[in-house]
């Protein structure tokens, strides 16, 4: 697999119209099928063509390559997440901590439980793919907007915003990504929201300076 052309994963052109965007969502839907059924090795796009029930030219309209495709899939999966993240965060600004951590721990597990199986398959791939700056980019997007957040509480704040929001959200994608790549069972899944906020919740009670403290200390300085 060619993983240095970066240029290789571009698609060749972004679908515009109504139909277009149906024909690339039937390719993305058939990509996460075969993924599931053959396993990346398999994968091709002759079989993702046939499984979306389109020709293999059609594929090749808009993606070049079959590693092309797979970057695709996963960007998508992945800015679904992040606007999940960001919108969550958004409405909750100048929120006590509590509800924070319980809006924000909603937000993206369940964006990545709507489509279990995605992710699964997801998984598979994105290890194979030059994928790194997209993640990259993509978790900095979570971690400004969960920072952007936390700043606004109104009943903590907390000395390096950056470290925070950066523990804060490995803190949800690992164990997330545990419990997907080893297939958990149902109750497991069930579960993680739940165990994830008290996770995040004592790790933010424990290290945020209570608002009051906080103005005591401004008082006391100036």
Known sequence: MDT???????????????RSVVTVDAIFEATVQVLLSEGPQRLTT???????????????????????LLYAVLEQHLLRVTTSVEQACEVLRHQPLTDMVVGLVKAFV???????????????????LDAAKLVEQISERMR????????????????????????????????????????????????????LVTLC?????RLAIPQSTRKTRAVAGA
């Open 46 to 68: 002759t079989r993702v063509a046939d499984r979306a029930g389109v020709s293999v030219g059609t594929v090749y309209q808009y993606y070049p390559n079959k590693q092309s």
């Open 144 to 195: 400004k907007a969960t920072a952007s957040m936390l700043d606004s509480a109104v009943d903590a704040r907390f000395d390096d915003l950056s470290m925070v929001s950066f523990m804060v959200m490995s803190a949800m994608v690992g164990p997330t990504r545990a419990v997907l790549e080893g297939r958990a069972p149902p109750k497991m899944l069930q579960a993680l929201r739940m165990q």
């Open 4 to 18: 240095k052309n970066t240029n290789s994963l571009e698609p060749r052109k972004t679908p515009i119209q109504a």
């Open 201 to 205: 919740d004592a790790y933010l009670s």
């Open 110 to 128: 369940d964006a990545k439980t709507a489509h279990v199986e995605e992710s699964k398959a997801l998984y598979l791939v994105a290890a194979e």
